[in-house]
């Protein structure tokens, strides 16, 4: 059923739907020929961009972009600021059979996307691992584990190419410290990147 109250905070486009229950956060909107399925938790100020599916019981933070022709399935989590590029696939079934048909939540593996995070156009998330904090998945990438926060990850299968600041831009390290333009700090320790605080 289509959400027409007029008193709500959020935006659905009259061709979308949005099946009741549903818990839909202030300022977000939701384009053209999108369908919202029961039990979601989308935060405030997302984008759920056109012909995008919201499976049931799906998390979904403050301030997430969700491209055209994406299907967020149920077992998927997207932290604050996650960013998913247009026509990227998320998965949840590890081994799919059409005559053996997976249908209870707990058939489905869960993937974790972790706050500010970004996948490419047309990339590939396969289901039970977590993409880490301010990680950038390039386009078209397979991700058949889990992406250390920061890294910047491409390729089939997806592999660290580097590793990239809260702004976007690719970190330089010298030794294992880098200092972004932009004034924040890293330090690598055994390949895993951190921010530091103080």
């Known amino acids: 059923m289509t959400v027409v109250d007029r008193r709500q905070t959020f935006f659905v486009h009259e061709s979308s739907y949005v099946d009741e229950p549903n818990n839909i956060g202030e300022g977000t909107k939701i384009w053209h020929f999108s369908h919202i399925l029961p039990g979601c938790e989308i935060g405030s100020n997302c984008n759920i961009g056109q012909n995008v599916v919201i499976g049931a019981n799906v998390r979904i933070g403050n301030r997430v972009k969700i491209q055209n022709n994406v299907s967020v399935y149920e077992g998927v989590e997207l932290e604050d600021e ?78 660290v190419r580097g590793y990239a600041c809260e702004c976007g831009q690719k970190l330089e390290f010298d030794g294992d410290a880098a200092a972004c333009e932009c004034g924040r700090r890293f330090v690598k320790e055994q390949q895993l990147v951190r921010k530091v605080t103080a």
């Open 82 to 159: 996650v960013f998913c590029g247009p026509s990227m696939v998320f998965t949840n079934v590890f081994t799919p059979r059409s005559g053996t048909p997976r249908n209870t939540s707990s058939d489905y593996l869960k993937t974790l996307v972790k706050r500010g995070a970004s996948i490419g156009a047309n990339a590939t998330i396969v289901c039970g691992n977590t993409i880490g904090e301010y990680a950038f998945v390039g386009a078209g990438s397979v991700v058949t584990k889990d992406v250390p926060p920061y890294a910047m990850v491409y390729g089939n299968p997806a592999r």
